[in-house]
Antibody, heavy 117, light 107 residues
Framework: QVQMVEFGGGVVQPGRSLRLSCAAS????????MNWVRQAPGKGLEWVAL????????YYADSVKGRFTISRDNSKNTLYLQMNSLRAEDTAVYYC??????????WGQGTLVTVSS | EIVLTQSPATLSLSPGERATLSCRAS??????LVWYQQKPGQAPRLLIY???NRATGIPARFSGSGSGTDFTLTISSLEPEDFAVYYC?????????FGQGTRLEIK
């Protein structure tokens, strides 16, 4: 069955960096665009970034553009999010989500990133 | 950026009742509108894509309608497990945006 597991969350100081990973299984990873979506505590959903199936195209929310980088390794069935210059407002649960029919049809369980001094 | 406005913010109903949730877009998104359900402590779950197509495994009591700027998610007869937060989402234009959510609570 389709499964995605995120890793790499934790507590980090403002201005520092963190890299999230999402290990995918149960489907042909290289056939699908992939996304990162986040949710601040008690708040709604915010799309963060999308990467095309082959990694040739990337799209970002304005709130993270220039600070975050989405990437993928299709040989390892893994999605990444490199987060630099972290701010308090980046504190959230980060989900990876598979792209299908212009929607996010499968989601991981999420990993919590807390930016605090 | 396309802004999605969901109403009401909170909807209080009883099991067995019909629920009608609204999502209005600040400009046309054609039929590129998606609905998700999220329960506390869980990841969102895809319900409806392309405004009216049920995702795999979604019960028939969930239906979506609309096009352009006005969309509706209808739950024909509420089951206890349907009480959750519902989000709409568009991707006609970048960036992909979500509505702020409607909380469906037990009356």
């Amino acid at each position: 069955q389709v499964q995605m597991v995120e890793f790499g969350g934790g507590v980090v100081q403002p201005g520092r960096s963190l890299r999230l990973s999402c290990a995918a299984s149960g489907f042909t990873f290289s056939n699908h665009a992939m996304n990162w979506v986040r949710q601040a505590p008690g708040k709604g959903l915010e799309w963060v970034a999308l990467i095309s199936y082959d990694g040739s195209n990337e799209y970002y929310a304005d709130s993270v553009k220039g600070r975050f980088t989405i990437s993928r390794d299709n040989s390892k069935n893994t999605l990444y999010l490199q987060m630099n210059s972290l701010r308090a407002e980046d504190t959230a649960v980060y989900y990876c989500a598979r792209d299908q029919h212009l929607s996010f049809d499968y989601w991981g369980q999420g990993t919590l990133v807390t930016v605090s001094s | 950026e396309i802004v999605l406005t969901q109403s009401p913010a909170t909807l209080s109903l009883s099991p067995g009742e019909r629920a009608t949730l609204s999502c209005r877009a600040s400009q046309s998104v054609s039929s590129n509108l998606v609905w998700y359900q999220q329960k506390p402590g869980q990841a969102p779950r895809l319900l409806i894509y392309d405004a009216s197509n049920r995702a795999t495994g979604i019960p028939a009591r969930f239906s979506g309608s609309g096009s352009g700027t006005d969309f509706t998610l209808t739950i024909s007869s509420l089951e206890p497990e349907d009480f959750a937060v519902y989000y709409c989402q568009q991707r006609t234009n970048w960036p992909i945006t979500f509505g702020q959510g409607t909380r469906l609570e037990i009356k």
